[in-house]
């Protein structure tokens, strides 16, 4: 924070940095082409709803790291991912608040949710844009716990929402638990849309071989443990996952044994014949 001994006339500095900053961020990341959502604030029903709410709980005043707030409630215009000003419309307040810090007065605790490690911002944006401007690393809030269905590890961006919401889906559908429901991870968001389908068939299969009915947990148990891991197990001593993720080196060789072959069976044939086709 420099400081010329004009609180004010720091106040408009601190100010005029902040957007500066801010639209030379923009530039850089236009400059080297990175996605859209890089600088944009995660937006914090969207999260909650990608993970799936569960409850929340109020935990009361604490202090916080400003770099675990990565998003906002309502304001997400105002400001950038850095909480950097966006435009000069809150430049008046900003500056008072910015003023108020610098004569040492008493600003008060932000308010927060908490999804996982990451906080959202409800109440305090301009607090919080001004703490980043002055070089402060903690801000004091009151922080409300939010449990959700799925864990937000992994989340930086707003397109990680995508796969986040997907995988939801996918495990509303197949209902796997423990290891197995950590076992599966794609990359592309809507291959969990192709493999809930995919399992769903299986079942069907399973239940017309067997006569019997199963529900959605009795069929993704099942499928995890008799078709997935044994598919897997041979695809690993065959060298045949490569750069894929263990579920989608599955999925591809799931599709080319049944479009090779026409057959759902697994053995040394249809690996040989998959092995083949990819050549």
Not at 7 to 26: G, I, K, T, Y
Not at 82 to 109: C, D, K, Q
Not at 193 to 211: K, S, T
Not at 212 to 219: E, G, K, P, Y
């Amino acid at each position: 924070m420099k400081d010329t001994g004009f609180p004010r006339a720091d106040a408009e500095h601190d100010f005029l940095r902040a957007r500066r900053r801010q639209v030379l961020s923009r530039l850089a990341a236009w400059l080297r082409r990175e996605p859209d959502d890089v600088n944009i604030m995660l937006p914090y029903h969207e999260v909650v709803d990608a993970l799936g709410f569960l409850s929340e709980r109020q935990i009361g005043p604490q202090v916080i790291r400003l770099d675990s707030i990565v998003g906002s409630v309502d304001r997400a215009r105002d400001f950038d991912r850095r909480f950097r000003p966006t435009s000069g419309r809150v430049r008046e307040r900003w500056e008072r608040l910015a003023l108020a810090t610098r004569r040492g007065e008493n600003i008060p605790p932000i308010e927060v949710y908490r999804v996982g490690e990451l906080h959202f911002i409800s109440d305090g944006h301009h607090r919080v844009s001004v703490a980043h401007a002055i070089g402060l690393s903690t801000i004091e809030a009151y922080v409300t716990e939010v449990r959700t269905k799925l864990d937000p590890g992994g989340i930086r961006y707003r397109g990680d929402l995508i796969v986040k919401d997907y995988r939801r889906l996918f495990l509303e559908r197949v209902p796997l638990t423990g290891q197995a429901r950590a076992a599966i991870l794609v990359t592309d968001p809507w291959d969990y849309a192709e493999l809930g389908e995919h399992v769903e068939a299986w079942g069907f299969r399973l239940m017309q071989d067997e006569g019997a009915f199963a529900d959605r947990a009795t069929v993704a148990a099942r499928w995890y443990q008799e078709e997935y891991l044994p598919v897997v197990g041979m695809l690993r001593e065959a060298d045949m996952i490569g750069e894929r993720t263990e579920t989608e080196a599955y999925m591809w060789v799931a599709a080319e044994r049944y479009r090779l072959i026409r057959t759902h069976r697994w053995d040394d044939e249809v690996l040989q014949a998959v092995r083949a086709g990819r050549r």
